[in-house]
């Protein structure tokens, strides 16, 4: 049987010193064990509070080899691209904040996280007499998305409509009412000259 120490335990899965770094210093009051994969962990099965697995891990079949690994009875795992789990430590965070670790009955998605955020946020509009509220969170939800879908996409307008799910004139609309600037980084390939 396997006892879960009193700290809180993240096992981070990646290559990158940089997120590996920033994940150390965000969840500094957590045990973080970092790996590069999930052979180099020590056997038993461990238990862990949350496990983070870089996407580009979780492509080579990793995923399979971290059930095997880790006790995932009462485990958060966020599997992500790295920028993705550059922001999860504010979910770990708000999750050791509340003491309540998920189980097997519970999960925790976004839908739970924005329907928690939307409370305080309802909240507080309804304190200060606000009016229109469904447009005022929907300006401050598709900024953001927006961004972000062109980011991942790295401004390509066509894929970050087809991300988003809708037609490319549509989003080109609403770059332009929402001011968004669109940057395409060029490859490293197309910037070293020949």
């Not at 049987?1 to 920033?22: E, I, K, N, P, Y």
Request: proline content about 3%; glycine content about 6%; overall charge positive.
């Amino acid at each position: 049987m396997m006892t879960r120490s009193s700290a809180f335990t993240v096992l981070l899965l990646t290559q990158s010193s940089d997120l590996q770094g920033q994940l150390k210093h965000d969840l500094k009051d957590a045990t973080v064990i970092v790996a590069k994969d999930v052979a180099s962990l020590p056997r038993p099965k461990r238990a862990f509070d949350a496990v983070l697995l870089d996407a580009k891990r979780a492509a080579s079949n990793e995923w399979a080899d971290v059930q095997r690994s880790v006790d995932l009875s009462q485990t958060v795992i966020i599997a992500g691209s790295g920028e993705m789990l550059r922001q999860a430590a504010v979910v770990v965070n708000t999750i050791r904040s509340n003491g309540h670790l998920p189980g097997a009955a519970d999960k925790v998605c976004l839908e739970h996280y924005i329907e928690s955020k939307l409370a305080e946020f309802v909240k507080g509009m309804k304190s200060t007499a606000g009016r229109d509220l469904y447009a005022i969170l929907m300006a401050a939800v598709e900024r953001p998305l927006i961004t972000f879908a062109l980011k991942e996409t790295n401004g390509n307008q066509l894929k970050a409509a087809h991300l988003l799910g809708m037609n490319r004139n549509t989003l080109r609309k609403k770059i332009g009412e929402l001011r968004i600037a669109v940057k395409r980084e060029r490859s490293r390939r197309a910037a070293t000259p020949a």
